[in-house]
């Protein structure tokens, strides 16, 4: 699986859109991208994920660039239950396809 | 939508003793499985893949003979934590791919709290 590399940490301001970058500069043809949060104490959840094209569903948007090396998650509207750390994976599509995790951007978000 | 049931979400076992975790598709099958392991404040692990009807793949570093992993369903994974140390106690979590599309995402079990005394 292709590496991905996150900042450590961002904050939001409530109602403010969060804009998380993704970088993934070794990523092959047949890898997607997938988002995922996690909210202190729980598994992760699936947020959106993409190959070629932006996403869009009621969670969020996925922005990839045209050369696939980058990416960027957005929360549209944050609320304070969006604070969480927030994962970018890049896998093959097929089921055999293993997701590595890295550390994530921890996402806080502020009153 | 998909969702993955974990059972127990926490559990306190002595030391020597045996914890069975289960990992359960609700609404759809799932030929693999994952389990990962998280320590505080580190990320997630990937121990191993769960494969119905066959052995369970190992990553590096894992002791299969600790961590005994049984598909014998489509909606059924089990992880097995044998002769707990108090070293295993982490955050274990399953999850399983939501459909045979290509591209479908990972959806994951709400982790099982593992504590060894």
């Known amino acids: 699986d292709a590496k991905t590399t996150q900042p450590p940490s961002m904050d939001c301001a409530e109602g403010r859109a969060a804009n998380l970058p993704c970088n993934h500069s070794?990523?092959?043809?047949?890898?997607?991208v997938y988002w995922y949060r996690q909210i202190h104490s729980q598994g992760p959840q699936y947020i959106i994920h993409?190959?070629?094209n932006n996403e869009t569903n009621e969670m969020a948007s996925l922005i990839i660039t045209e050369d696939r090396k980058s990416s960027t998650l957005i929360l549209p509207h944050a609320t304070l239950r969006d604070t969480a750390v927030y994962y970018c994976?890049?896998?093959?599509?097929?089921?055999?396809?293993?997701?590595?995790f890295g550390d994530g951007t921890t996402l806080t978000v502020k009153p | 939508g998909a969702v993955v049931s974990q059972h127990p979400s926490w559990v306190i076992c002595k030391s020597g003793t045996s914890v069975k975790i289960e990992c359960r598709s609700l609404?759809?099958?799932?030929?693999?499985m994952f389990w990962y392991r998280q320590f505080p404040k580190q990320s997630l692990m990937l121990m191993a893949t769960?494969?119905?009807?066959?052995?369970?793949?190992?990553e590096q570093g894992v002791e299969k003979d600790k961590f005994l992993i049984n598909h014998a369903s489509l909606t059924l994974s089990t992880l097995t934590v044998t002769s707990a140390h108090p070293e295993d106690s982490s955050f274990y979590i399953c999850?399983?791919?939501?459909?045979?599309?290509?591209?479908?995402?990972?959806?994951f079990g709400n982790g099982t709290r593992l504590t060894v005394t």
């Open positions: 609404d759809f099958q799932a030929t693999t």
């Open positions: 769960s494969n119905e009807g066959s052995k369970a793949t190992y």
């Open positions: 993409g190959l070629k």
């Open positions: 999850s399983a791919r939501d459909g045979n599309f290509e591209g479908s995402p990972l959806h």
């Open positions: 070794t990523i092959s043809g047949n890898e997607y």
């Open positions: 994976i890049v896998r093959v599509g097929t089921n055999a396809g293993k997701s590595t």
